[in-house]
């Protein structure tokens, strides 16, 4: 399948469609190129403990109320950098709640944790 018809198809598609479809392939090209050039974008991009560190520290001056907003909150953090994925905002909400640094609720209610003490 060429370029031109992709394009052709795409233009079928309803407005959301068409952002979801955008940033799929950011994802993806963006994926492609951290496989390509792996020692520039470790660099840029914080990993590990840093990233957590990184989204905590954010986390906290935003206070999102209810889980969903933690999740919007936590892909806007990453819009610029080609998006992130729900699987990676959902492993990023896990570590945060088994470092004690949120906790959520039955209700999806978020409680953060007093300088990321133990909740």
Do not use: W
């Amino acid at each position: 399948m060429t370029y031109d018809e992709i394009a052709k198809l795409t233009e079928e598609l309803s407005y959301r469609d068409k952002f979801r479809l955008a940033q799929l392939l950011i994802q993806l090209g963006r994926k492609e190129e951290e496989e390509q050039y792996p020692d520039v974008r470790k660099a840029a991009t914080p990993s590990g403990e840093e990233l957590t560190d990184y989204v905590y520290e954010r986390l906290v001056k935003l206070r999102p109320s209810k889980k969903s907003a933690l999740l919007n909150a936590i892909g806007a953090m990453f819009q610029f950098q080609g998006g992130i994925s729900d699987s990676d905002k959902d492993r990023i909400v896990e570590k945060l709640q088994k470092l004690g640094h949120i906790s959520i609720d039955q209700n999806n209610r978020v409680s953060f944790a007093e300088n990321g003490a133990k909740v």
